[in-house]
C-alpha cells in the first residue's frame, strides 16, 4: 500500500486548506496560492505520481526515492532541490532525518522518511487563515528550512541544559563517579550535531551569490539561511566550549581536593615527627642516668606533646591550616 500524503493549499484570498492534489490544481496555481505537498516517507510509487501531477524532473524525482547521506543544492530547470538534515529524538540519542525541498512554481514538496518535528511544528503552528499564499516558492522554502534550523538550535538548549546538569557535579569533585561518563555522552552529541549542520555551508552559499538566479515564478531563497546557519553554528561552538568549562571545573576541584589531603597528610606527619625522632632518641643504647629513671618517660612525653602543640599553633599562624 503506497504512503499518503498530504497537500495543503494556502491561498491568501480565502483560508488555507488541505486539498486532493490533481493536474487542475495545479493549473489554477497562481501568485495568490502556494502548495504544500508533504510525503512522510520515500515511497517511489508516491513520488513518481507526485512527479507526474507536478511536471519534476526526472534527475529530481531519482534523487527523491533515496537518501543522500549530506546536504546539497540542486538546480534544474525550473526547479531548485534542496535537501538539509534534520536532527530529531530517538529516546535519549539524537539521529538525522534527511529532508528534500523542492520548489516549482507556486509550489513546494518535501519528502522525508519518518516524521520531523521541524515540519510537523510548521504545519501546526499555523492559523488556518494565513498570508502564506503571498509567498513565492522560494520564500516557502526558506521558511521550512528555518523551520528546521529552529530545531537544531532546540538541540543545542537541550545540550545545554545538561551542561548546566553537569556543572553541580563537576562542584562534587571525584566522588561522582559517573561525571566523566556524561561528559563522554555529551561530547560526542556535541560532534554528532556539529557534523550535522556544518556541511549545510555548502549547500546554503550559492542562496547568496549573485550567480544564483531563479525562475521568476521561484522567486528567491531567503538569503539570511546563510547567517541563521553560521549563528547555529557558533552556538554549537559555545556549548562546547562551555563542556571544557565543566570539565575544567571537575579538573580542578580534583585538584583541591587532592592538596586538602596532601595538606592534611603532610600536617599529620608533622606533628608525628618530632615524637618519633624522640623515640628514636629514647631508644638508644646509652649509658646515661636519664635512661636509668623510669618517671623520665612522662618528660618524653610531655615533650612530644608540647612539639605537636607548637608546629599545629605555627601552622594556624602561618593560616596552613
Not at 61 to 89: K, M, N, P
Amino acid at each position: 500500500m503506497s504512503t499518503p500524503y498530504r497537500a495543503r493549499l494556502y491561498d491568501a484570498d480565502r483560508r488555507d486548506r488541505d486539498v486532493t492534489l490533481t493536474r487542475q490544481l495545479v493549473r489554477s496555481l497562481d501568485d495568490r496560492k502556494i502548495l504544500w505537498v508533504y510525503l512522510p516517507a520515500r515511497d517511489r510509487e508516491m513520488v513518481g505520481e507526485l512527479s507526474s501531477l507536478l511536471d519534476l524532473p526526472k534527475s529530481i524525482v531519482e534523487s527523491l526515492a533515496e537518501e543522500h547521506g549530506r546536504a546539497r543544492l540542486v538546480r534544474d530547470r525550473s526547479v531548485i532541490h534542496l535537501t538539509v538534515q534534520a536532527i530529531e529524538r530517538d529516546q535519549r540519542n539524537f539521529v538525522r532525518r534527511e529532508v528534500d525541498l523542492v520548489a516549482g512554481p507556486n509550489f513546494v514538496v518535501s519528502v522525508h522518511e519518518g516524521p520531523v518535528d521541524a515540519l510537523e511544528r510548521f504545519a501546526g503552528d499555523l492559523p488556518s487563515d494565513t498570508l502564506l499564499g503571498r509567498l513565492d516558492a522560494g520564500s516557502f522554502l526558506a521558511a521550512l528550512v528555518d523551520s528546521v534550523i529552529a530545531t537544531w538550535f532546540d538541540r543545542i538548549e537541550e545540550v545545554e541544559r545538561d551542561i548546566e546538569g553537569l556543572d553541580e557535579l563537576a562542584l562534587r569533585g571525584p566522588t561522582s563517579n559517573g561525571f566523566l561518563v556524561d561528559v563522554h555522552r555529551l561530547r560526542r552529541r556535541i560532534a554528532f550535531v556539529r557534523r550535522t549542520i556544518v556541511p549545510h555551508r555548502e549547500a546554503f552559499a550559492p542562496l547568496v551569490r549573485p550567480d544564483f538566479e531563479l525562475d521568476e515564478r521561484l522567486g528567491r531563497p531567503w538569503p539570511g539561511l546563510v547567517d541563521r546557519l553560521e549563528r547555529v553554528i557558533d552556538t554549537a561552538e559555545n556549548a562546547r566550549d562551555l563542556l571544557v568549562g565543566s570539565l575544567d571545573i571537575y579538573l580542578g576541584r580534583a585538584a583541591q581536593r587532592t592538596n586538602e589531603v596532601m595538606k592534611a597528610l603532610t600536617i599529620v606527619s608533622s606533628v608525628l615527627l618530632p615524637s618519633i625522632v624522640l623515640a628514636g632518641i629514647m631508644g638508644m643504647n646509652f649509658k646515661l642516668p636519664f635512661f636509668n629513671e623510669p618517671s623520665n618517660v612522662w618528660l618524653v612525653l610531655g615533650a612530644m606533646v608540647v612539639l605537636a602543640a607548637g608546629i599545629l599553633v605555627a601552622a594556624r599562624l602561618r593560616r596552613w591550616i
